[in-house]
């Protein structure tokens, strides 16, 4: 079964970063891995804040944050990273880790728990 395990958040100042990082179990962030970051403030939709469909292809971003958070992977950590820099207290969510693979080994959509960022003098 995988498992994506989110660690990194808390309670930062405005102008602050933070880094998220998304753990797997069960399988391996390949190459092929398409990762996602999503975030979702209270009383809100979850929307989608950064996407990477492999690691040979540049990462989107959400226009809120195109800039500011970078999007990478460590394959041999078997872990991706949102790096969120410059943060304002919009970026307040929980924030979620996403992953499946369409080609070789297919597995996923598996979602995280979770990882709560407040942004907050």
């Known amino acids: 079964q995988v498992q994506l395990v989110e660690s990194g958040g808390g309670l930062v100042q405005p102008g602050g970063s933070l880094r998220l990082s998304c753990a797997a179990s069960?399988?391996?962030?390949?190459?092929?891995?398409?990762v996602r970051w999503y975030r979702q403030a209270p009383g809100k939709e979850r929307e989608l804040v950064a996407s990477?469909?492999?690691?040979?292809?540049?990462?989107d971003y959400a226009d809120s944050v195109k800039g500011r958070f970078t999007l990478s992977r460590d394959i041999a950590e078997n872990r991706v990273y949102l790096q969120m820099n410059s943060l304002y207290p919009d970026d307040t969510a929980v924030y979620y880790c996403?992953?499946?693979?369409?080609?070789?080994?297919?597995?996923?959509?598996?979602w995280g728990q979770g990882t709560q960022v407040t942004v907050s003098s």
């Open positions: 996403y992953a499946l693979q369409r080609t070789a080994i297919v597995w996923g959509p598996v």
């Open positions: 069960g399988r391996t962030f390949s190459r092929l891995t398409t």
């Open positions: 990477s469909a492999s690691a040979s292809t540049e990462s």
